[in-house]
């Protein structure tokens, strides 16, 4: 059982990652306005985070650059825009998405202001996965890789993944409850499978969890709990479908007094309940929690919200078929 | 550590109990129109529910009639217009808050559509609540009891609450997370105190749970993990405050071939929506997670809303003071 006097200290080892631009930037097509950046770049400088993902960095051979905010590209220039020569304690991020990243766009890290690449794959993309791993670690960045959708994998599959990041430059191996489908107490075993792998090879371990059936930060405080360092949040649970777990409680629940939840609630109210108002949607509903239940990608549900149904009954009926 | 085999696997032992009416008359005044409560009935049935709670049975001597929907007094009579003689496997259930009832307002269970009569007390009524369920019990009643605002109480208060309890005739005793301020590593133990002394007096335990830091529901299957039988939940979480743990969360993560979630989607699809277009206002927001963070009783927050302010971040020092 996990000691109550972890409720009250904490561990150094613990990252909190910001992800609100590049998981909440799937629901507004990443157009945030720069001043909107500018204010969550300085609130989590404030709050104490350590990591702030800016967006993907998406190929524009694969993407149409008109049709997107600049965020779904994060460009080193449009990085500097927001924080200049970073001279701040928050490390900045930015994800490769494996099948639709190039390369070529990542410069050395000499040049660049991101430390963080975050990898994104399948697990039949792991080969691919750490390719880019290790053209990132190569030109000097920190790297870390998502391994998705593991609730429509089988234990060995993942081990197979695991091992070939372990033996891979990553240094950090992300749990990612893609359909917001895992209980806390799979949660758990997940985490003692991935640390198993990690404490191997001397690799951290994430957990990035989505909100379909208001698991996300309990999700996420049980794998802290079972030793999971590296841990993802969005600001107001911004993010695709049913959102992550919030960095409001997140941080609430951390006891580093490094961390700091004012400035957090502050810009929630100064920036975030007017995108709210100007009709961005996101976060748990019915239809997010259907299916996150039966365990399925949340793209009818989220086909279901673009479309303002409330028929919840027939929606949940379809998804049996 | 807990067994993948339960998440599949169920126990015949776990009464689930709607307190829709109950909880979530607290936010519109027990002002429901009979057509929701024949309604709800109906979905509770259909749903195989296995109590259902229609509200308080407070006193007249206390609380004003005129001021209140009928479900604040829960008459004999009321009970008997929606469920006529109850020819189902329903059981129902009312509450009675000490200090606000009167013992002479139960007549003998032979009389009465009533199954449960559920007795709610803070730590330091527990003598009063004894005679309460000493007398439900002697009419023929089952009886539970809440121990309310625990997490204001100490270990050795409430193992002597829960000596009281057992030396009682109270059938189930009930954790309650009144401000929503418990995280589920404490709930573990918690749930571990009360188990132990069920078991040595031969009573259930139970838990009601509420959602101010998006944890009801991760409360309620973290203590049905360790052995809680009895399962209070919300439909769409309806409930004072941040609400409860949601009744469509719930039966979706229990296995018993018994439960059906679909008449649940339907009840809510049907008669709460609407309910929350008429300007019926609960559920999870900032103002909420700040009391539970702080482990406050949610009175401000609940003012806060009504004001329907949004200066999140002003509210949240004024709380520290």
Redesign the interface.
């Known amino acids: ?2 000691q ?1 006097e ?2 009250l200290g904490f561990r150094e080892s613990i990252k909190v990652v910001d992800a609100t631009l590049r998981d909440g930037g799937l629901v507004n097509d990443f157009f945030f306005e720069d001043d909107f950046v500018n204010e969550l770049y300085k609130a989590n400088v404030r709050a104490g985070i350590d990591y702030m993902e800016f967006g993907y960095r998406a190929s524009k051979k694969v993407f149409d650059e008109s049709k997107f905010g600049k965020w779904k590209f994060s460009s080193d220039e449009h990085i500097r825009q927001i924080v200049g020569e970073n001279n701040s304690d928050l490390k900045l991020a930015i994800m490769a998405d494996i099948g639709r990243h190039d390369k070529d766009d990542f410069d050395q890290k000499v040049n660049s202001p991101v430390d963080l690449v975050r990898v994104a794959a399948y697990i039949q993309q792991m080969p691919e996965a750490i390719d880019m791993v290790e053209d990132a670690a190569k030109k000097g960045y920190e790297t870390s890789c998502n391994i998705m959708a593991i609730s429509h994998a089988n234990d060995n599959e993942i081990k197979v993944a695991l091992d070939m990041l372990g033996k891979s430059p990553v240094d950090v191996i992300y749990i990612v409850d893609s359909f917001g489908s895992i ?4 949660m ?2 997940i985490a003692d499978m991935y640390l198993e792998f990690a404490a191997k090879y001397g690799k951290k371990v994430g957990v990035h969890a989505h ?1 379909n ?6 999700n996420t ?2 794998a802290c ?1 079972d030793g999971v360092d590296w841990l993802d949040a969005t600001y107001l649970s911004m993010g695709r479908g049913a959102g992550n777990c ?1 960095m ?2 997140l941080i ?2 951390l006891k580093n007094p490094k961390y700091n ?2 400035p957090i ?2 810009f ?2 100064e920036h975030m ?1 007017e995108l709210r108002k100007k009709g961005v949607v996101w976060g748990y509903d ?1 239809q997010y ?2 299916t996150g ?1 039966l365990n399925q990608h949340p793209r009818s549900a989220i086909q279901f919200t673009k479309e303002k149904r ?4 027939e929606f ?2 379809d998804l049996l078929i």
């Open positions: 059982m996990k109550i972890n409720l209980y806390p107490e799979q758990t075993r909100n059936q208001q698991l996300a930060f309990a405080i049980e709990g919030a409001e409680l609430g629940f939840v004012y609630f502050r929630i109210e309940i019915l929690l259907m239940l409330t028929d919840y009954s949940y009926k």
